[in-house]
Nanobody, 125 residues
Framework: QLQLVESGGGSVQPGGSLRLSCVYTGFSLNYYSIGWFRQAPGKKREGISCMNMKGDTFEAESVRGRFTLSRDSADNTVYLQMNSLKSDDTATYYC???????????????????WGQGTLVTVSS
């Protein structure tokens, strides 16, 4: 069964850090792009980071220099390390994957084949 399960969300003060995890099962990243989206209340969903099938990573301008995507193939897990968090980063974060694009976070919605259940990140003092 193909599945994505996120964890690691929570509450943090501005300037703090969190690390989100996404465990992927039933498929190989040799054939899938994997990455992260987020959606804040009342706002459109935003693609923020992806890893292509070669392992190259890309980040949206809104998080570049603060968020880093990495993977641990032995544990079938990708991580989103989030540093220097701001109140604008408050959102539900979703892991996603697809075979239909090199960078899932830039892909049209109907190209995305797998979604996780989401994990909430709240940045507040």
């Amino acid at each position: 069964q193909l599945q994505l399960v996120e964890s690691g969300g929570g509450s943090v003060q501005p300037g703090g850090s969190l690390r989100l995890s996404c465990v992927y099962t039933g498929f190989s990243l040799n054939y899938y792009s994997i990455g992260w989206f987020r959606q804040a209340p009342g706002k459109k969903r935003e693609g923020i980071s992806c890893m292509n099938m070669k392992g190259d990573t890309f980040e949206a301008e809104s998080v570049r220099g603060r968020f880093t995507l990495s993977r641990d193939s032995a544990d079938n897990t990708v991580y989103l390390q989030m540093n220097s968090l701001k109140s604008d980063d408050t959102a539900t974060y979703y892991c996603a994957a697809t075979t239909r694009a090199q960078c899932v976070s830039n892909a049209p919605s109907d190209y995305i084949e797998l979604w996780g259940q989401g994990t909430l990140v709240t940045v507040s003092s």
